[in-house]
Nanobody
Framework: VQLQASGGGLVQAGGSLRLSCTAS????????IAWYRQAPEKQRELVAV???????HYADSVKGRFTISRDYAKNTMYLQMNSLKPEDTAVYYC?????????WGQGTQVTVSS
């Protein structure tokens, strides 16, 4: 399984970006799909997750601003990011957690200028 992330870039504070992550196969199903991020000199953190194909959870820092979703037909997951802040600057990674296996995308850089 391969995940290809895209959609990062440079945006001013208050702006929006939509990240996409396309899987090489139809594996979303009821697996957990998630977005993580890692800022310089910080640990990777969970941003948003869809658990068992249904319930969604968000980090407190992004609640009300970010939305995770997926399109089964396109084998693609998304992270819509609104009202971006400089502290959202990080490399964003998509991931699928399937049983004991974890699949990761290559990461896409998001930079928010003040």
């Amino acid at each position: 399984v391969q995940l290809q992330a895209s959609g990062g870039g440079l945006v001013q504070a208050g702006g929006s970006l939509r990240l996409s992550c396309t899987a090489s196969g139809t594996i979303f199903g009821t697996n957990d799909i998630a977005w993580y991020r890692q800022a310089p000199e910080k640990q990777r953190e969970l941003v948003a997750v869809i658990i068992s194909g249904s319930s969604t959870h968000y980090a407190d820092s992004v609640k009300g601003r970010f939305t995770i979703s997926r399109d089964y037909a396109k084998n693609t997951m998304y992270l819509q990011m609104n009202s971006l802040k400089p502290e959202d600057t990080a490399v964003y990674y998509c991931a699928i957690h399937k049983g004991l296996s974890d699949y990761w995308g290559q990461g896409t850089q998001v930079t928010v200028s003040s």
